[in-house]
């Protein structure tokens, strides 16, 4: 009689979760005319600032590294990703002088609808990540085969990207359900990275 397993995984820690749902945001954009820069040229770089300003706040895939030697800051990098489209609802734009001379500034604010590329956010979060202790956490558990019969030996593998706790349930044909961990051999449910 064969068996199937079920493993159910419970984090205490969520992990990131990508979404493809719009969001609203209000954006402000800035450019200043100058020599090389016709008015409606200037109006047109406020206007992809405010859309870039209004996808970054809507959704951001951001990884960032940090180290530190004897209290002394080594290294700090920060690197963020945003794709989506941008779809504006609503513009008010004004100028610091009507009409504009070079050196004005043209302030936008709108507002619009941002739509997450979720594909290209995915593939940017999905990168190596159970091996990338600065990602969001990632959390992998298999087994050595797919299927068991009455009496094999069960290997359970459990992988992480970061110091998390979980709960590893059994599930067998009839139903029944077994808490292999933690048990009283491990009676600890945290696990490091």
Request: proline letters at 4%; charged letters at 30%; aromatic letters at 8%.
């Amino acid at each position: 009689m064969r068996r199937f397993i079920y493993f159910i995984l419970s984090l205490i820690i969520s992990s990131a979760v990508f979404a493809a749902q719009s969001t609203i945001v209000q954006a402000d954009g800035y450019a200043c005319m100058n020599e090389d820069r016709t008015k409606r040229q200037t109006e047109e770089i406020a206007l992809q600032d405010a859309k870039r300003n209004a996808l970054e706040q809507a959704q951001t895939y951001i990884k960032s590294e940090t180290m530190v030697k004897n209290l002394e800051l080594q290294k700090d990098l920060i690197n963020a990703f945003a794709e989506g489209q941008v779809k504006v609802l609503e513009i008010l734009g004004i100028w610091d002088n009507e009409p504009p001379r070079i050196g004005d500034c043209y302030r936008i604010t709108i507002k619009s609808e941002v739509i997450p590329n979720e594909k290209a956010l995915k593939k940017v979060s999905d990168a190596n990540l159970l091996d990338d202790p600065t990602a969001p956490l990632q959390v992998k558990l298999w087994t050595d085969k797919d299927e068991y019969k009455s009496g094999d030996k069960i290997k359970i593998y459990l992988k992480g990207n970061k110091p998390f706790y979980a709960i590893v349930l059994y599930k067998d044909a009839k139903g029944e359900i077994l808490q292999l961990l933690p048990n009283p051999h491990r009676k600890d449910n945290y696990f490091n990275g």
